[in-house]
């Protein structure tokens, strides 16, 4: 069974069970890094918001044997006891003077990226770039984020800069750096229950065990690379690394820092992070295949 086919069939049949009073439809969503995902939406008719269910582990599921019937009833389920009811009030967001203390930044990586790229305002940053989003939080949705595209910035009658400005301050309050040894790490996740991050990453395992390395995220470790941009950490991180270092991308989540003093070849820390991009990290949350340096001297990141 393909994937189109087993789409149409569990949209048909969560329709049909939730009945009249919901739209269902099959849509597909693209992701970061180019990546399109097939999603189940899933609109109640007095309601203004929709969530979307991704279906490519029900797919798998459904390869294994699981039948369709139970999978539409899982989806049923999430959709009655998750959704959110009634209407949202979305208005708020044509006005930026109730937005701009939590419009944040992310990064992503510019190959793979091109499309979106055009319809989103911005900033280059080595083979990078600097995108925007307005981090959410209500009673009524919980947390989430929204991309800033172009339209919203023509909306607004902001730049760029302007964006980047707010997000320079935002985003670290909001989202606070971290930095500590792998251990740290999953102590800290432990002991706050969280399962993102919960596990050594396969970049973190494939370094030798004596080599002093530090993960650098943001407290939620969602697309925690970004704290590489936030006023004063490469410094700090300088100075427990004890000078230079070298910048490993896990993923758009994390990084990894490496003291220069040990002196890895750098033909062997590209093939690392190029082989467990392409065979343990999801194809939506790579960030680069590159290997950065920090010069203490030059208070600057490069690209080796």
Known sequence: MEMNYFADRVCKAVSKELGKDYEVKVQQVWKNNGICRT???????????????????????CKNGMPVGRIAGIIVRICREDSVKGNIDLEFFRDFGKLQDRVCYRLVGKKGNEILLEDIPHMEYLDLAICFFYAYYSDEMGEGSILIHNSHMEM????????????????????????????????????????????????????????????????????????????????????????????????????????????????????????????????EEVLSDSLYYYDTEMREIRRI
């Open 39 to 61: 999603g189940l939406l899933v609109l109640e008719k007095d309601g203004n918001t929709a969530p979307t269910i991704y279906l490519e582990s029900f797919y798998e599921a």
């Open 156 to 283: 607004w009658h902001i730049c760029t800069e302007d964006l980047f400005r707010l997000a320079q301050v935002n985003t670290p309050r909001l989202f606070p750096w971290k930095c500590g040894t792998v251990w740290e790490m999953l102590c800290e996740n432990m002991e706050e229950g969280q399962e993102k991050g919960g596990e050594e990453t396969a970049l973190q395992a494939s370094v030798p065990d004596n080599i002093p390395m530090k993960v650098l995220t943001n407290s939620r470790r969602n697309y925690g690379a970004s704290a590489v941009l936030y006023p004063g950490v490469l410094e700090e991180a300088a100075e427990r690394m004890g000078g230079d270092f070298y910048i490993l991308p896990c993923s758009v989540h994390e990084i990894i820092l490496l003291p220069y003093e040990w002196k890895l070849s750098a033909g062997f820390m590209k093939k690392m992070i190029s082989d467990i991009n392409r065979t343990q990290v999801e194809p």
